[in-house]
Nanobody
Framework: QVQLVESGGGLVQAGGSLRLSCANSGRTFSTYVMGWFRQAPGKEREFVAFINRMSSITGYADSVKGRFTISKDNAKNTVYLQMNSLKPEDTAVYYC???????????????????WGQGTQVTVSS
């Protein structure tokens, strides 16, 4: 089993920054890809970013490219999402996810991921 615990969400003004963390415990050696997704009220869960085990491959949604950065610290089994230049439309519950499958063209799809955290709320005020 894999347990994922997110932290770092909160309320921030537009233009501000937040850093989300996701601590991964359990079968960490089997985790190939870590991802971040978000879900706003009344909307479907959408892809934000992913990173592979060796941190050699990353992917971002067009809406966050250039503003968000995903990274990981393997020694701490933790994945981060640095969010800069936040906009009100970034308001959502952010979820961390783990995939036991190698990175591929569908690593942007939620169906690719096997384990999910409980989510952390990010609210950006205008």
């Amino acid at each position: 089993q894999v347990q994922l615990v997110e932290s770092g969400g909160g309320l921030v003004q537009a233009g501000g920054s937040l850093r989300l963390s996701c601590a991964n415990s359990g079968r960490t050696f089997s985790t190939y890809v870590m991802g971040w997704f978000r879900q706003a009220p009344g909307k479907e869960r959408e892809f934000v970013a992913f990173i592979n085990r060796m941190s050699s491959i990353t992917g971002y949604a067009d809406s966050v490219k250039g503003r968000f950065t995903i990274s990981k610290d393997n020694a701490k089994n933790t994945v981060y999402l640095q969010m800069n230049s936040l906009k009100p439309e970034d308001t959502a519950v952010y979820y961390c996810a783990a995939s036991m499958k190698p990175v591929g063209s569908n690593s942007r799809g939620p169906e690719r991921y096997d384990y999910w955290g409980q989510g952390t709320q990010v609210t950006v005020s205008s």
